[in-house]
Structure formats: structure tokens, C-alpha cells
């Protein structure tokens, strides 16, 4: 457990150099626009965007495409409550409730339910993913071949 916080730690070094952290701005605010736009997903987004970072350290560079990836998904959430029209498949449910709120005047509350929901819920899914990634690592080598 301490080699993993150990890790996790540095991460949050390099991650917080100030490069790394104008990169993930760029990123989230090209993976924003790009969520609005409903047919083109942040998967379209990073492959037209790769020729981009090949003069670029590769932690930056995945670390921009994280950003889009995340402003994608908050993106789509956008076009979803506003015009009913989601931006990305993961948007539609948004479209249900989000919509209806913005109808009776609550815009607003729905877009900042949006984003504060898809704060908790990436930074829940990254710690668990952080805590169970080795021990099921463990149980995939432990596997072994089929024979």
C-alpha cells in the first residue's frame, strides 16, 4: 500500500509541473468544445489532435488527452440540458432530467449538477481504480495461459 501512494505521489508531482497543468487546461477546453458538438466524440478529437503532440513530452501529451477526454464528457452534458440534444452517448440521461430543468428556469442548477457530478464521479472511479488496478493485475497474471 505504500508503494502505491508512493507512486500516486509522484504523479501528482509531475502532473502538477506547470506545463503538465496548461496542457490539461488545453485539453479540457478543447475536450469542452468538443463535447458540445454532438457526432464527434472525444475518441474523433484526440485522433485528429495527435499530430499535435509529436514534438511533445509524452506525459504531457497524455495528460492533454486526459484533459479531452474529461472535457468531453462534461462537454456533452452542455447541448444535453440546454437544447435536449445530447453532445455524447454517455450525455443522454442528462437529457432527460437536465433538459426539464432548464425549462422551468434552473439551467443554471442543472449545468453545475453536471459538472460538480462529473467531478465526484471521475475522482471516485480514479481512486478505485487506483486501489484495485494491482490486485487485479495480480489475478490476470495468475491466470496463466489456457492450457
Known amino acids: 500500500m505504500q508503494e502505491i501512494l508512493n ?20 485539453g479540457c477546453t478543447i475536450g469542452t468544445a468538443v463535447g458540445v458538438l454532438p457526432g464527434i466524440g472525444p475518441a474523433t478529437a484526440v485522433a485528429m489532435l ?31 440540458i440546454l ?17 426539464k430543468m432548464a425549462k422551468h428556469g434552473r439551467a443554471g442548477a442543472a449545468l453545475a449538477t453536471a459538472a460538480i457530478g462529473s467531478f465526484v464521479a471521475g475522482t471516485i472511479a480514479t481512486v478505485l481504480v487506483t486501489l484495485f488496478a494491482p490486485l487485479v493485475a495480480e489475478y490476470a497474471i495468475r491466470l496463466g495461459p489456457p492450457e
Do not use: D
Open 7 to 26: 507512486h500516486l505521489w509522484q504523479g501528482f508531482q509531475t502532473a502538477g509541473t506547470p506545463i503538465n497543468l496548461l496542457w490539461a487546461l488545453v
Open 50 to 80: 495527435l499530430p499535435i503532440t509529436l514534438k511533445v513530452e509524452p506525459t504531457a501529451s497524455m495528460i492533454f488527452f486526459a484533459g479531452i477526454y474529461y472535457g468531453a464528457m462534461y462537454g456533452g452534458s452542455t447541448t444535453s
Open 83 to 99: 437544447l435536449n440534444t445530447p453532445g455524447e452517448a454517455g450525455s443522454m440521461v442528462t437529457a432527460l432530467e437536465g433538459n
